[in-house]
């Protein structure tokens, strides 16, 4: 397993709900992937655990995307990857926010 | 002047006739006797067809082939469509065969690749179907023919059932050009149900000691289809099928386009779209057509082979297909190909590898794997000349601010996630086919579909409009846009990608209002096999490996 770690800084314009702690896809095939709200400082944390080695730079990239997409704060996103595709990661953490934005509301 | 003689083949031809009689008696030979009757009808050098393609197989002729002398019958040259059985290899192995033109050769592509790497055989061309077809009647015309069927009558007439294929084709160049014709069949029978192949086409039949393998190409499980799969199906259908009206089309084999057929009940009938498209299809009849079927999205299907377990249903279903008096299926990969060709308005597939200008290959470089019917289906049709509504559009796109004669224009399609498993990128700088072509000396490398035959190109990202694109920068970016996080893609400039999007070359999900959502396996009008064994009331019945329940 590989373990990456990265940090974004949302613009703090997205309202966080601290009650709402835990969403999430899990139990769906080859990623599964958990929301927790925490304070970090207006900074998104996504912890990676994945089985595929040496694909820093894409997970970079998808990461970036997804960040700006969504443009989060306080949040800590841990992602345990069975070696899903950039499709599928994709798919799965919109996936998780929708539902993590429903929970919001 | 000296007088020419006029006739030596059919001289030839009776010579061998009068050989054979040495080892036989009449038409119908024992399957003991058969290697001996080859070894005294084959020449050397002579070009042989042992009929196989990818479902049906001559396999106890091939068998008898590889078994003959080689002292006797050598450096024959194989015309055939593919190169599938371990028997194939063994005749250039024993030196019986020296030199093949085949169209495709999938299952023993890595053995092929070793064969030309210790010089044991030389690749005369890979063909299409259509092309090597062609040829048989043009300069390649074969000899001898070691052909397949289900059941013959004592007179030699042959039943072929549901899987005709290949074999009109194969017989009509060879008997009609002094050849010799010899079949193998499951059984001799009295009365045959309906005569596929003519007697006085066949010169030798015998009846095999096994059934013809007979191998299930077509079926994909539905409980196989991803996520990914289905949101691209949503595109294709929302975004393309749905804006040409494409009814006269052809699916590629695999679980992206059987993906778009088990949502044709679900997705395409929420958007009002039933009678609307997909209607006429050129297509084996593959299992996960059975709820698009049942649902009435279907008018008629034609096919150049069939299907394994698929026999009752489409016997069932006699509007829908093609059958004969008998009621059972008749296929003829020929005239489908043709058909393919010329008119059908569309064609999906997938491939394994694109590069920046769209063209796209499944070589991988220890496997000579040859390309079949795609090329043909995934190319637009330059002698086409009537229109549709589908073809019309297409060749608008295609010549939008340009001053040119009008003309229509195929819609061809490829579909691909943008990674494939264990992380290979689908899109690359360059295509292996590059270096498959350097290693054996082909002349050209192996491209499935060019990148200019190529419309549309759908990955998860959303859909790129080829047919568009003005300049070869403007198709490179456009291909780059939809090419997700591989190098290729990751090297995109945003601002273009957003130009090319507000011209609707590129479109994303949103854009074409496909609900991501949406993209579950509950969309899937049946999620296994069991569920189209229902759908097909009991009818369709599936090989046992396909048996999970």
Same mark, same amino acid.
């Given at each position: 397993?590989?373990?990456?770690?990265?940090?974004?800084?949302?613009?703090?314009?997205?309202?966080?709900?601290?009650? *709402?702690?835990?969403?999430?896809?899990?139990?769906?095939?080859?990623l599964?992937v958990?929301?927790?709200?925490?304070?970090?400082?207006?900074? /998104?944390?996504?912890?990676?655990?994945?089985?595929?080695?040496?694909?820093?730079e894409?997970?970079?990239?998808?990461?970036?995307?997804? *960040?700006?997409?969504?443009?989060? *704060?306080?949040?800590?996103?841990?992602?345990?990857?069975?070696?899903?595709?950039?499709?599928?990661? /994709?798919?799965?953490?919109?996936?998780?926010?929708?539902?993590?934005?429903? *929970?919001?509301? | 002047?000296?007088?020419?003689?006029?006739?030596?083949?059919?001289?030839?031809?009776?010579?061998?006739?009068?050989?054979?009689? #040495?080892?036989c008696?009449?038409?119908?030979?024992?399957?003991?006797?058969?290697?001996?009757?080859?070894?005294?009808?084959?020449?050397?050098?002579?070009?042989?067809?042992?009929?196989?393609?990818?479902?049906?197989?001559?396999?106890?002729?091939?068998?008898?082939?590889?078994?003959?002398?080689?002292?006797?019958?050598?450096?024959?040259?194989?015309?055939?469509?593919?190169?599938?059985?371990?028997?194939?290899?063994?005749l250039?192995?024993?030196?019986?065969?020296?030199?093949?033109?085949?169209?495709?050769?999938?299952?023993?592509?890595?053995?092929?690749?070793?064969?030309?790497?210790?010089?044991k055989?030389?690749?005369?061309?890979?063909?299409?179907?259509?092309?090597?077809?062609?040829?048989?009647?043009i300069?390649?015309?074969?000899?001898?023919?070691?052909?397949?069927a289900?059941?013959?009558?004592?007179? !030699?007439?042959?039943?072929?059932?549901?899987?005709?294929?290949?074999?009109?084709?194969?017989?009509?160049?060879t008997?009609?050009?002094?050849?010799?014709?010899?079949?193998?069949?499951?059984?001799?029978?009295?009365?045959?149900?309906?005569?596929?192949?003519?007697?006085?086409?066949?010169?030798?039949?015998?009846?095999?000691?096994?059934?013809?393998?007979?191998?299930?190409?077509?079926?994909?499980?539905?409980?196989?289809?991803?996520?990914?799969?289905?949101?691209?199906?949503?595109?294709?259908?929302?975004?393309?099928?749905?804006?040409?009206?494409?009814?006269?089309?052809?699916?590629?084999?695999?679980?992206?386009?059987?993906?778009?057929?088990?949502?044709?009940?679900?997705y395409?009938?929420?958007?009002?779209?039933?009678?609307?498209?997909?209607?006429?299809?050129?297509?084996?009849?593959?299992?996960?057509?059975?709820?698009?079927?049942?649902?009435?999205?279907?008018?008629?299907?034609?096919?150049?082979?069939?299907?394994?377990?698929?026999?009752?249903?489409?016997r069932?279903?006699?509007?829908?297909?093609?059958?004969?008096?008998?009621?059972?299926?008749?296929?003829n990969?020929?005239?489908?190909?043709a058909?393919?060709?010329?008119?059908?308005?569309?064609?999906?597939?997938?491939?394994?590898?694109?590069?920046?200008? !769209?063209?796209?290959?499944?070589?991988?470089?220890?496997?000579?794997?040859?390309?079949?019917?795609?090329?043909?289906?995934?190319?637009?049709?330059?002698?086409?000349?009537?229109?549709?509504?589908?073809?019309?559009?297409?060749?608008?796109?295609?010549?939008?601010? @340009?001053?040119?004669?009008?003309?229509?224009?195929?819609?061809?399609?490829?579909?691909?996630?943008?990674?494939?498993?264990?992380?290979?990128?689908?899109?690359?700088?360059?295509?292996?086919?590059?270096?498959?072509?350097?290693?054996?000396?082909? #002349?050209?490398?192996?491209?499935?579909?060019?990148?200019?035959?190529?419309?549309?190109?759908?990955?998860?990202?959303?859909?790129?409009?080829?047919?568009?694109?003005?300049?070869? #920068?403007?198709?490179?970016?456009?291909?780059?846009g939809?090419?997700?996080?591989?190098?290729?893609? @990751?090297?995109?400039s945003?601002?273009?990608?957003?130009?090319?999007?507000?011209?609707?070359?590129?479109?994303?999900?949103?854009?074409?209002?496909?609900?991501?959502?949406?993209?579950?396996?509950?969309?899937?009008?049946?999620?296994s096999?069991?569920?189209?064994?229902?759908?097909?009331g009991?009818?369709?019945?599936?090989?046992?490996?396909?048996?999970?329940?």
């Amino acid at each position: 397993m590989e373990h990456l770690e990265f940090e974004f800084k949302g613009s703090g314009n997205r309202q966080v709900d601290r009650q *709402a702690t835990l969403v999430g896809v899990v139990s769906s095939g080859n990623l599964e992937v958990m929301l927790e709200n925490v304070d970090l400082h207006g900074l /998104c944390r996504i912890n990676v655990s994945t089985s595929a080695q040496g694909f820093t730079e894409i997970w970079q990239a998808v990461l970036n995307d997804f *960040a700006a997409r969504y443009d989060l *704060a306080d949040l800590q996103i841990s992602i345990n990857d069975g070696g899903a595709t950039p499709a599928v990661v /994709c798919l799965r953490l919109d996936q998780a926010m929708e539902e993590y934005l429903e *929970a919001l509301t | 002047m000296a007088t020419r003689k006029w006739h030596t083949q059919a001289e030839n031809r009776r010579a061998r006739l009068l050989r054979a009689a #040495e080892v036989c008696e009449g038409k119908i030979v024992p399957c003991e006797r058969m290697t001996a009757l080859i070894e005294k009808v084959l020449e050397p050098g002579d070009r042989v067809c042992l009929e196989g393609n990818n479902q049906k197989q001559a396999d106890f002729l091939a068998r008898c082939l590889a078994q003959v002398d080689p002292q006797r019958v050598y450096d024959l040259h194989m015309v055939q469509s593919v190169i599938a059985l371990p028997s194939h290899i063994e005749l250039f192995e024993r030196g019986i065969a020296n030199k093949v033109d085949f169209s495709y050769s999938g299952p023993m592509g890595t053995r092929m690749a070793q064969l030309v790497a210790d010089d044991k055989i030389k690749i005369g061309a890979i063909h299409t179907y259509l092309e090597l077809f062609g040829r048989y009647f043009i300069d390649l015309p074969p000899k001898v023919s070691l052909i397949v069927a289900h059941s013959a009558d004592s007179q !030699g007439n042959l039943y072929t059932g549901p899987n005709t294929e290949d074999t009109p084709t194969i017989v009509e160049a060879t008997a009609f050009k002094s050849g010799i014709v010899i079949a193998q069949v499951n059984q001799i029978v009295e009365d045959l149900p309906r005569v596929d192949i003519p007697a006085d086409w066949v010169d030798f039949v015998t009846e095999a000691p096994t059934p013809h393998l007979l191998e299930p190409l077509f079926t994909r499980d539905p409980a196989q289809i991803s996520e990914i799969q289905i949101l691209m199906a949503m595109m294709v259908i929302k975004g393309i099928y749905a804006e040409y009206d494409v009814n006269r089309l052809n699916h590629g084999v695999g679980f992206n386009t059987a993906a778009i057929e088990l949502l044709l009940p679900t997705y395409a009938d929420s958007l009002g779209l039933k009678g609307k498209i997909c209607r006429n299809w050129m297509l084996n009849p593959h299992p996960t057509l059975i709820p698009a079927i049942e649902a009435g999205f279907v008018e008629s299907v034609y096919s150049p082979g069939s299907e394994l377990g698929m026999e009752d249903y489409v016997r069932a279903r006699p509007d829908v297909f093609f059958n004969g008096s008998d009621g059972s299926q008749r296929t003829n990969r020929a005239f489908s190909h043709a058909a393919g060709h010329y008119a059908c308005d569309l064609f999906i597939g997938s491939s394994l590898q694109m590069d920046l200008q !769209g063209n796209s290959s499944t070589v991988t470089l220890d496997r000579i794997t040859g390309f079949g019917g795609a090329p043909n289906l995934g190319a637009d049709a330059r002698g086409r000349r009537h229109a549709s509504p589908a073809w019309l559009k297409a060749g608008r796109e295609a010549q939008s601010g @340009l001053t040119t004669t009008p003309r229509g224009r195929k819609l061809v399609v490829q579909i691909m996630e943008t990674y494939r498993e264990h992380m290979q990128p689908a899109f690359v700088e360059r295509l292996d086919a590059w270096e498959m072509m350097e290693k054996t000396g082909m #002349e050209l490398p192996p491209i499935m579909v060019y990148g200019d035959d190529i419309s549309h190109v759908v990955t998860e990202e959303g859909i790129a409009n080829l047919l568009l694109c003005r300049t070869d #920068e403007e198709r490179n970016e456009a291909i780059r846009g939809v090419a997700g996080y591989t190098p290729l893609g @990751l090297g995109r400039s945003h601002s273009v990608v957003e130009n090319l999007r507000d011209r609707g070359i590129i479109r994303r999900p949103e854009d074409l209002g496909v609900d991501r959502r949406m993209a579950t396996r509950d969309l899937l009008a049946a999620r296994s096999v069991k569920e189209l064994v229902h759908w097909s009331g009991g009818l369709y019945q599936p090989p046992k490996r396909f048996r999970n329940w």
